[in-house]
Nanobody, 118 residues
Framework: VQLQASGGGLVQAGGSLRVSCAASARTSSNYYMGWFRQAPGKEREFVASTTWSGAYIYYGDSVKGRFIISRDNAKNTVYLQMNSLKPEDTAVYYC????????????WGQGTQVTVSS
């Protein structure tokens, strides 16, 4: 399964943006789809994750209440709706997948750049 992230861009602080992650094929419902981000000079940070069933959804502390992860099972696509964006949200955003119970994400898409101007 390949993952393709898209939808990044430049947005002003306070604005919104939605990024997408399309999977080349549907994985089992027992998989997590996650979003991570990495800013220059910083470690990769967990942003959000969901199972394909939507039964388990998690958010990183820095995005809780502002970002929403969702999925369209028919399109094998996971979305990250980013609201009330801040300059510190600027990063390359990556999508990834892993089987439930697995510690590490083992499939990664290419990143999509999100830049928030002040």
């Amino acid at each position: 399964v390949q993952l393709q992230a898209s939808g990044g861009g430049l947005v002003q602080a306070g604005g919104s943006l939605r990024v997408s992650c399309a999977a080349s094929a549907r994985t089992s419902s027992n998989y997590y789809m996650g979003w991570f981000r990495q800013a220059p000079g910083k470690e990769r940070e967990f942003v959000a994750s969901t199972t394909w069933s939507g039964a388990y959804i998690y958010y990183g502390d820095s995005v809780k209440g502002r970002f929403i992860i969702s999925r369209d099972n028919a399109k094998n696509t996971v979305y990250l709706q980013m609201n009330s964006l801040k300059p510190e949200d600027t990063a390359v955003y990556y999508c990834a997948s892993k089987a439930i119970g697995r510690r590490e994400y083992d499939r990664w898409g290419q990143g999509t750049q999100v830049t928030v101007s002040s």
